[in-house]
């Protein structure tokens, strides 16, 4: 048995080891931020519009997180922008 070979062998082991947890950290974000976005409706589905409705405004939803987006709608909304399940902020 070679003695000299293990310290070389988990010296390797802990380096590649330490960098596929390092590359799992760094893709943490990218997955949170994928599967958030995959939680939320597409706007063709509750039909976005840029333009108000009736009176009723993006910035007027209980839904509106300013300054652009939606809890619960994906993608860019607009302050002026209205959406089928506009509801009135409390
Ligand atoms: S009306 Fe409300 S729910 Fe619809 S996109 Fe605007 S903020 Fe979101």
Redesign the pocket.
């Known amino acids: 048995m070679d003695r000299t070979r293990k310290p070389q062998a988990r010296r390797e082991f802990l380096q590649r080891t330490g960098l596929q947890i390092a590359g799992l950290a760094a893709l943490a974000p990218v997955a949170i931020a994928t599967a958030r976005a995959q939680d939320k409706l597409a ?1 063709e589905m ?1 039909m ?1 519009q840029v333009q108000p409705k009736d009176g ?1 405004r ?1 910035d007027g ?4 997180q300013p300054p652009n987006a ?4 994906n993608g860019e ?1 607009k302050p002026e ?7 009135a902020k409390g």
């Open positions: 706007p509750v976005y009723q993006c939803c209980l839904h509106f939606c809890a619960i709608v909304i922008g209205w959406c089928a399940v506009w509801a």
